[in-house]
């Protein structure tokens, strides 16, 4: 039976919420007013006791599910002990360090930690500023980095009128196949929005460029996958001009494609690494990783006004959070089953093209999906923002939680439990396919 949401303890709770806190947070959250009281492994409850399938874990940061035992075992461990007293060393925090070094490329061996995605950006580009002291980048179209100044300069912005100027950035099309930017084919296009890039940048007026920062999969722009060779063409022209390539992984890295992190897909090697969505299971930690001569440059990594730290990056208790994440993911080889998972959501996915009339692409890898919605498959018109509306609620209602147009499970779902949650998203879409666009 599907839950008539919203419940009555939920609405209660909601109005008291509403009261004092602001609105404009999250228009899912915000749609169908849901209080939620708690979770554990991919499940969350509701105040009047519903239960839901977490598609969406968290938002993309319970990776371990919610409060996995292990992660509580750590944050057991260290509340007692020590909560913070700002930047000193901690033994979790080298422990931390270590394993983070195990699993990424080699040349990414220096840390700094924080507890936003914005703020872990604006480092990286201070970090770069430094070292190439040069202060302007270079990004893509559909990114996405955050809220900040910079990091929302370098998406594509749409509140200067109200916010005010953005700072000047070099944006660059994304290899966004379905809609190709040029409407070419791959591979017959020969990767020519990447070859435009260099003119870009010759043209931009930008130079000296300080960097690149990219998402090796664009997450919140629409779970978009460049086609193969992309980010190697588009790293060779960057790095003809000197400039430093920065892989923004906040959402895309700590095993949610399959790999330790996505860029391993594409066979290029960064300089510098923001992640941590998923880095302490839903715990605020986010690193900003980098080889040592760029983080330890003058002034980022010196002692002073331009340097490194924040109040509360890196602290014990996140650090163990992080700890007993990387410990469970490996222990439970969650990223392994995420690559295993992802095929199976893609030969479930794909014929859904075929099948459906308002599927016009589908994509991904391990366990970050993207589905498009189109009102016309030769147009490709995209389909009115109430479709997803529409698909969110009916999932809700049926004890699935999504983000519109992406899958993304925590990491150690079950396949039997991913299967019972696209069937209630293809469900969705065939009451959808029922009404007139
Ligand atoms: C790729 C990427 N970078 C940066 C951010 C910004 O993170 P935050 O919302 O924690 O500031 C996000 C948030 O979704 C993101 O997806």
């Known amino acids: 039976m599907p839950y008539n949401l919203p419940g009555k303890r939920s609405q209660e709770g909601w109005e008291?919420?509403?009261?004092?806190?602001?609105?404009?947070?999250?228009?899912?959250?915000e749609s169908v007013p849901l209080v939620i009281e708690r979770g554990e492994g991919v499940y969350f409850w509701d105040a009047d006791g519903n239960r839901y399938l977490d598609f969406s874990a968290g938002i993309l940061t319970a990776s371990t599910g919610h409060c996995h035992p292990h992660v509580i075992k750590r944050l057991q461990e260290q509340v007692p002990l020590l909560w913070h007293v700002y930047a000193f060393p901690?033994?979790?925090?080298a422990r931390l360090c270590e394993m983070l070094t195990e699993h990424l490329p080699p040349q990414i061996d220096t840390f700094c930690?924080?507890?936003?995605?914005?703020e872990t950006i604006e480092a990286a580009t201070r970090a770069c500023s430094s070292y190439r002291k040069a202060y302007l980048f270079a990004s893509?179209?559909?990114?996405?980095?955050?809220?900040?100044?910079?990091?929302?300069?370098l998406g594509p912005s749409l509140l200067n009128k109200v916010y005010g100027p953005?700072?000047?950035v070099c944006h660059l099309p994304y290899p966004y196949c379905y809609r190709c930017p040029l409407k070419l084919q791959y591979p017959s296009c020969g990767l020519a929005c990447?070859?435009?890039?260099?003119?870009?940048?010759q043209g931009s007026g930008h130079e000296p460029l300080a960097a690149l920062i990219f998402e090796p999969i664009a997450g919140a722009g629409g779970v978009l996958v460049p086609p193969p060779g992309a980010w190697q063409r588009l790293v060779e022209i960057c790095r003809k001009r000197e400039m430093l390539i920065i892989a923004d992984e906040v959402l895309t890295g700590v095993g949610r494609t399959g790999k330790f992190m996505a860029i391993e897909h594409f066979g290029v090697q960064p300089d510098v690494m923001t992640f941590g969505k998923g880095l302490g299971s839903g715990f605020p930690i986010m690193c900003l990783a980098g080889r040592r001569d760029i983080i330890s440059s003058y002034p980022f990594g010196e002692v002073g006004e331009g340097g490194a730290s924040t109040s509360y990056g890196g602290n014990p208790l996140g650090a163990a959070a992080a700890l007993g994440t990387l410990e469970a993911m490996f222990a439970e080889h969650m990223i392994e089953n995420a690559a295993r998972l992802g095929e199976e959501i893609r030969a479930r996915l794909t014929p859904w093209v075929e099948k459906y009339r308002v599927v016009g692409d589908v994509r991904g890898l391990g366990l970050l999906w993207g589905i498009e919605l189109v009102t016309d498959k030769t147009s490709k018109e995209p389909y009115p923002a109430w479709g997803w509306e529409q698909i969110y609620h009916d999932c809700l209602n049926n004890g699935v939680r999504l983000v519109p147009n992406r899958i993304c499970p925590p990491l150690n779902i079950t396949s039997a439990q991913l299967h019972q949650g696209l069937d209630v998203i293809e469900a969705t879409i065939q009451a959808l396919e029922k009404k007139p666009a």
């Open 16 to 29: 008291a919420d509403l009261k004092y806190v602001v609105t404009g947070r999250s228009s899912v959250a």
């Open 90 to 93: 901690t033994p979790q925090r």
């Open 113 to 118: 930690f924080y507890t936003g995605g914005s």
């Open 140 to 153: 893509m179209t559909h990114g996405y980095h955050g809220r900040t100044l910079i990091s929302r300069s």
């Open 166 to 168: 953005t700072v000047n």
């Open 194 to 201: 990447i070859e435009l890039a260099d003119d870009l940048l």
